[in-house]
Every structure is written in structure tokens, then in C-alpha cells.
């Protein structure tokens, strides 16, 4: 039987019996609409044999839609009042799906590992101000997700999803590039939460592959790639004159590498920073 989804009135109340005053500072906005819901969970792709990895469940909108389908569900959430409600919640709406609930109170960002099952995907209505360290660290910390679905301030969505080239091709494009291949596939307007955010939200869809085969470890890609765009208007040559020990070191490197010393990061891809990173200095 399918779980009873929240709606609007429940939010409010749930929310006064718990004295809970969503701030900014959390990005606590809770959608309230069980179409919107619906929308993401089939979005998301997640079948009944994926143990789905929730961050911020808040008052349970999509921890319900999202034990529907999946096999089950942790979801971790930093507000104590939130964490110990959910299973409440989820036992009154959901009652056959309670045993397969598990919530852990913390900061995802802290969080290293799991009981088993481990997660095979992610599916999050992320906070806008934690949105882009929170998913690279869970995909750098549970290589057992292969797809995912997030949703994130729209610009944070343009950028995750941009190509090089792209004005809002960054260090969020080039990092998660690393692991996924992400495509946005669709929006949510502000109306379908509580309290209504000033921005629109995107839906970001990903797909784990494979990172780049190299000699080079991912933290030594990931800090050519925050150097490249530490400075996104200087030349690669100088940007990266610190990691290579001077401007000259940096252009003969690049050049090794195959890339122009006078381009700027936002015209690299990922196999581009792999191969620059191969070449930087090994202590």
C-alpha cells in the first residue's frame, strides 16, 4: 500500500509540534507537494532492489515517496527534533515500511561510513549552502552509489551539469565530471515548498562511471583544477605557476601535457586536468 504523502497542512503542523523554525543557515525548506515528490522519486530511477541514500530528510516529504519504490532507505539529518520524528512519522504513514527506514543523526559532511546494506543511490533535496562539498563527499565516500538524483539551487544545477566552455563551467563541473556523468532533467518552482525559497530549484540526474585511468591520485587532479580557477581570468601558464614552481616550470608542463599554456580552465575538461596533473613535481 502506498505510503500517505505529506501535504501542506501536515508540513505546518508537524512543524509547530516540534517548535521547528526552518532557517537559511540549513537551507530547510521542505516540499509539501505530492505531485513534485512523485515527480522526483521517478526521476531518480531508483528500483526496488536500491538501498537510497537520503541527506536531509527534514520532515519526511521524500523519505515517503522514496520507500515506496526502493528496498530501503537511510537517510541522515543533523537536527536532532527531525531525525527523531521521521521514524515516527514514517511508522503513521508507511507502517509496512518502518523496518526498512534507517536514520543516522549527523552532519552528512562527518559521516564516513555506514552499516551495511551500503547505498546504491542518492537521491537528496540538498541544502543550498552545502550542496556541491556534500555531494562530492558522499561520492567520493560510498563508491557503492552508481546513480543518483539531486536537487539543488538552480545555479548550482547549471553549474554542475555545464561543459567546458560555458560561463558557469567551474570547479563543481570539472570535480563531479571525475565521477559522474550528470544531467539536469528538470526544475522545481519555489511554490511547491515550506517556507518558500526566493530561487528556483533544478533536478540533476547522475551516473556513476569510472574515473579517468592515471598515474595522478584525485587529490592531486582536484588541486590543479582549484588552482586553475582560483583566478579564472589568468592564463593556465600563470594560475598554476604555484603547483609547478614558476611560470615557466607550469607552461613546459602544460605543454607536455598537451594543453595550451595560454588557455584558461574553463576551456579544459577532466582528461585534461588528469593529464596536467600527471606531469606536476612528485615530492
Excluded at 71 to 85: D, F, G, K, N, P
Excluded at 125 to 142: A, E, M, R
Excluded at 199 to 227: C, H, K, M, N
Amino acid at each position: 500500500m502506498p505510503a500517505t504523502l505529506l501535504d501542506p497542512r501536515t508540513i505546518r503542523q508537524l512543524a509547530e509540534r516540534l517548535e521547528l523554525r526552518p532557517t537559511k543557515q540549513r537551507g530547510q525548506n521542505f516540499v509539501h507537494d505530492a505531485n513534485t515528490v512523485r515527480r522526483i522519486v521517478t526521476a531518480a530511477g531508483v528500483g526496488s532492489d536500491d538501498v537510497v541514500l537520503e541527506i536531509g530528510p527534514g520532515l519526511g516529504s521524500l523519505t515517503l515517496g522514496l520507500l515506496d519504490v526502493a528496498a530501503a532507505v537511510t537517510a541522515i539529518e543533523i537536527e536532532s527534533s527531525l531525525a527523531r520524528q521521521l521514524p515516527e512519522t514514517v511508522a503513521e504513514r508507511a507502517p509496512e515500511s518502518a523496518d526498512r527506514l534507517r536514520v543516522v543523526e549527523a552532519d552528512a559532511l562527518k559521516v564516513v561510513e555506514l552499516a551495511d546494506p551500503q547505498p546504491t543511490a542518492l537521491v537528496a533535496n540538498l541544502p543550498y549552502n552545502v550542496s556541491v562539498p556534500v555531494l562530492l563527499h558522499v561520492l567520493i565516500t560510498f563508491p557503492t552509489i552508481t546513480s543518483g538524483l539531486v536537487m539543488v539551487q538552480s545555479e548550482v544545477a547549471d553549474r554542475l551539469v555545464a561543459e567546458p566552455g560555458s560561463k558557469v563551467y567551474g570547479v563543481p563541473s570539472a570535480k563531479l565530471a571525475w565521477f559522474c556523468q550528470a544531467r539536469r532533467v528538470g526544475s522545481v518552482p519555489p511554490s511547491v515548498f515550506w517556507p518558500v525559497p526566493n530561487v528556483d530549484s533544478g533536478l540533476v540526474a547522475l551516473a556513476r562511471r569510472e574515473p579517468p585511468q592515471t598515474s595522478a591520485s584525485r587529490a592531486q587532479v582536484f588541486a590543479v583544477i582549484d588552482a586553475a580557477f582560483a583566478q579564472r581570468r589568468k592564463m593556465l601558464r600563470s594560475a598554476l605557476a604555484s603547483i609547478f614552481g614558476s611560470s615557466a616550470m607550469a607552461e613546459s608542463a602544460l605543454g607536455a601535457a598537451g594543453v595550451d599554456p595560454q588557455a584558461r580552465g574553463e576551456v579544459l575538461n577532466i582528461n585534461d586536468f588528469v593529464r596536467i596533473a600527471e606531469t606536476v613535481p612528485r615530492l
